[in-house]
């Protein structure tokens, strides 16, 4: 696992896509330097004085550490039958939904149990909410990161 500083033009690079992406009271007020964890080829931890995320391709999403930073984004929960699914990777399905905010097709949405709250996963939206409230099955969230995966593991190996 390689460990490297950002370049302040890569840097810039990341803060626009999260300021592109993300919900505004998510994104943090300054990341001067950015430290990468590579955890595979094109997925890597990114870690700032006020910002944790994972960068998949070239997606940036939230790591599942910062409350404050998850509850800004669009969430949906789903019932226990479907938590050992969502925490293995796999996709969410529409009937392990229990209720889900508002969010628009490629939005990031993350993924909490209905009993207890509890984030689980951070994916991206594969259609809108309104779409999945009106489908009966099929996958409305690709699963990204999620409790347990690879990114999780090096976060807390890199504190």
Same mark, same amino acid.
């Given at each position: 696992?390689?460990?490297?500083?950002?370049?302040? !033009?890569?840097?810039?690079?990341?803060?626009?896509?999260?300021?592109?992406? =993300? @919900?505004?009271?998510?994104?943090? !007020?300054?990341?001067?330097?950015?430290?990468?964890?590579?955890?595979?080829?094109?997925?890597? +931890?990114?870690?700032?004085?006020?910002?944790?995320?994972?960068?998949?391709?070239?997606?940036? +999403?939230?790591? +599942?550490?910062?409350?404050?930073?998850?509850?800004?984004? @669009? $969430?949906? $929960?789903?019932?226990?039958?479907?938590?050992?699914?969502?925490?293995?990777?796999?996709?969410?399905?529409? @009937?392990?939904?229990?209720?889900?905010?508002?969010? /628009?097709?490629?939005?990031?949405?993350?993924?909490?149990?209905?009993?207890?709250? /509890?984030?689980?996963?951070?994916? +991206? %939206?594969?259609? $809108? !909410?309104?779409? %999945?409230? %009106?489908?009966?099955?099929?996958?409305?969230?690709?699963? /990204?990161?999620?409790?347990?995966?690879?990114? =999780?593991? %090096?976060?807390?190996?890199?504190?």
């Amino acid at each position: 696992m390689r460990k490297y500083t950002l370049s302040r !033009s890569e840097t810039s690079e990341i803060i626009q896509t999260v300021n592109e992406k =993300w @919900p505004k009271t998510a994104v943090p !007020s300054k990341i001067k330097e950015l430290q990468v964890v590579e955890v595979e080829e094109n997925n890597n +931890l990114l870690i700032g004085e006020d910002f944790l995320g994972v960068k998949i391709n070239q997606h940036v +999403l939230p790591l +599942l550490t910062k409350e404050e930073t998850l509850q800004s984004f @669009p $969430s949906m $929960s789903v019932d226990m039958g479907a938590v050992k699914f969502v925490c293995n990777g796999a996709k969410v399905m529409r @009937p392990g939904i229990v209720k889900m905010d508002e969010f /628009k097709k490629d939005d990031i949405v993350v993924v909490k149990d209905d009993a207890h709250g /509890k984030y689980l996963a951070v994916g +991206l %939206a594969l259609t $809108s !909410s309104q779409e %999945a409230q %009106a489908m009966s099955k099929g996958p409305v969230v690709d699963n /990204k990161h999620y409790i347990s995966d690879k990114f =999780w593991e %090096a976060y807390k190996q890199n504190k």
